[in-house]
């Protein structure tokens, strides 16, 4: 009799199968080190013990834990930690042409013995099969959709193979598919599987009917993308078979299948934007730390139960908050992407620090003063200067600027300890920096709030946080339809969808009264910042190598700092005691972004095409 080994000889495994699945005592059963087939395949809480092991494996390169420094790839935030290996995220000269690859067949192979162990069933009871069958589809479907946004078309295999000797082998081969062959293998996947999926919204960890259309609002978004946008290069990036390039006619059928799912979450799903707090700041950052009555998440990454903690707070909380030695301002927010957030009023998002004819400074009576009027979602997602968390003031200064009545001149007094005073006994370096080379202390004037936990003990070391990771949220369907009704012609139902995100944000009703296409993109940077959203949306609308040419003088490839100064000027009581501020270059980030056409899809490991010469290597390669 074959024996099936027990997969959950891990403590994480065990712990991820209670968070998922339901509140038994796991740990409270016997040990056993082997499992025979009937005992794994006839038991629904087993099989869910194996398809609980699947969930915990599918954030290659997001989420919280290995791929929270994500958003030091784009130009939403740079890495102001330790200055070891991480500081490359701030002096590469390009992008490598494996970053972010995702090639993970051990995991296929191991979704498709679900599969295959779950149909062989004779005795499991029909409607757990069902589920479980559908849920490891749903998961299979998820991962093709990661490995195709990422490499393009690779192989599509839905079956296990038995290695049984060398000669085998090449029976076990298999070409890549069309880039356009896996997204409509996901759609015709994500359309059978619906009806055997919970209908109600139960579970925000595991697949029902929402997940299934969230995933489809998304993926058939990147499809229509790619085939536009790709289409419309000079020289689009092609292979000559279609592994890579979807042809530019199928866009407004993959648009059309995108609004479609993302108007059945809309208008049948039991969702709601998150609008729990009158503070719409408060709200917006609630929203991806509350778990509770929170209508908005559709599938996420939880790791409430005991043993699954992340060190997401410990590596971002500010420095004067920090309760491990080693942590702190990792991930710091860009100028850049605090500049895209617009003003209340409409005015675009640029931060006046100089008067029109750049005779002057302006001064603002406290450094929060300057971000007054501002988008809401900005002081939900990102800590600036002068702002609170935790009920503790975040000081962030870099220094006094001093006058000097002989030159008439400012003079810039600092030094490298924070929370110094001055010789006036007014502060001199804020407790939170910034500094110009130190570690672990904000270099660009900012720190990040989205996902941080506001919970005292979760920035210690061995503690940890356990906010939750949100993989599909209303927000982002609300912008999906936005953007797929915008290229279908459809610009009144685009307006409705944005007007009532920006809304949300603290806009007035009907704020926008036309849209552009570059309108929409601006806002999925503003709503999804740090969601690990940008890089994708850049690479689909094939503005990656544009946004990151490499040129220093373009707006957003370098990371841009905001530091502020407390002015000393006692001979002028308009200015004394006043705050401006220095936009700058962060000082530790040194080389501009290159994103090369050959960045638009990921090399393929050589030994994966060593070991498959059916394999047809990614343009540029």
Request: hydrophobic share 35%.
């Amino acid at each position: 009799m074959r024996i099936y080994k027990n997969i959950l000889k891990s403590m994480g495994a065990a712990v991820l199968v209670m968070q998922l699945f339901g509140c038994e005592k796991w740990l409270d059963r016997n040990p056993t080190d082997i499992l025979l087939d009937e005992q794994v395949w006839g038991d629904p809480r087993m099989a869910r013990a194996s398809l609980a092991n699947l969930y915990d494996r599918l954030q290659p390169t997001g989420g919280l834990q290995g791929g929270l420094l994500s958003p030091t790839d784009v130009d939403e935030a740079m890495w102001s930690g330790g200055l070891g290996a991480n500081n490359g995220r701030n002096t590469r000269v390009q992008y490598a042409y494996d970053t972010k690859r995702w090639w993970d067949y051990g995991l296929i192979r191991d979704i498709n013995l679900f599969i295959e162990n779950i149909e062989a069933s004779t005795v499991m009871d029909a409607g757990d099969k069902q589920q479980l069958l559908a849920e490891g589809r749903f998961i299979r479907a998820y991962v093709y959709f990661l490995h195709v946004r990422t490499m393009g078309g690779v192989p599509l295999i839905f079956k296990t193979y038995q290695y049984d000797g060398p000669d085998g082998v090449p029976n076990m081969r298999e070409p890549r598919a069309t880039e356009a062959a896996i997204y409509d293998f996901i759609a015709a996947e994500l359309d059978e599987i619906r009806s055997q999926l919970p209908q109600t919204e139960g579970s925000r960890t595991r697949a029902n009917r929402w997940t299934v259309l969230a995933l489809k609002s998304q993926a058939m978004l990147y499809a229509a993308s790619i085939a536009k946008y790709n289409s419309l290069m000079t020289d689009p990036i092609r292979t000559a078979n279609g592994e890579v390039g979807i042809p530019g006619e199928r866009a407004q059928g993959y648009y059309e299948q995108s609004l479609a799912a993302s108007q059945e979450i809309l208008t049948e799903g039991p969702f709601a934007l998150y609008e729990e707090n009158p503070d719409k700041a408060q709200n917006f950052y609630e929203l991806f730390t509350s778990k509770t009555n929170n209508r908005e998440v559709i599938w996420a990454f939880d790791y409430t139960l005991e043993g699954k903690y992340h060190n997401f707070t410990v590596e971002n909380i500010p420095r004067s908050l920090r309760e491990s030695a080693s942590g702190g301002a990792g991930v710091t927010p860009s100028l850049n992407l605090v500049e895209a957030f617009d003003y209340l009023d409409g005015r675009p998002g640029t931060l006046a620090t100089r008067t029109p004819d750049n005779s002057d400074y302006i001064y603002y009576d406290q450094p929060e003063a300057i971000f007054k009027g501002k988008d809401f979602r900005m002081a939900g997602s990102i800590i600036t200067p002068g702002s609170t968390f935790r009920g503790q003031r975040i000081d962030i200064q870099a220094g006094v600027m001093e006058w000097n009545e002989a030159t008439n001149q400012y003079v810039i007094r600092t030094n490298n300890n924070l929370g110094s005073t001055f010789s006036d006994g007014g502060l001199l370096v804020g407790p939170d920096g910034p500094l110009p080379n130190a570690a672990n202390v904000t270099n660009s004037g900012f720190y990040i709030r989205k996902y941080l936990d506001s919970r005292v003990g979760s920035g210690q070391m061995g503690q940890g946080s356990d906010v939750w990771w949100i993989r599909f949220r209303l927000g982002e369907i609300f912008l999906n339809a936005a953007e797929a009704a915008f290229e279908l012609g459809d610009e009144p139902q685009a307006l409705t969808y944005i007007n009532r995100l920006r809304e949300r944000a603290g806009f007035e009703p009907n704020s926008l009264q036309e849209l552009t296409i570059e309108k929409v993109r601006e806002e999925f940077r503003v709503e999804l910042a740090f969601e690990e959203h940008r890089w994708w949306d850049l690479k689909r609308w094939r503005l990656a190598h544009e946004v990151f040419d490499g040129n220093r003088q373009s707006p957003n490839t370098l990371v841009h700092a905001l530091w502020p100064y407390r002015v000393v000027r006692p001979g002028d009581p308009d200015k004394h005691n006043k705050y401006i501020f220095e936009k700058r270059v962060a000082p530790r980030f040194t080389q501009p972004r290159f994103f090369r056409l050959g960045n638009y899809y990921s090399s393929i490991a050589d030994n994966a095409l060593n070991g498959n010469p059916l394999l047809v290597r990614n343009p540029f390669h």
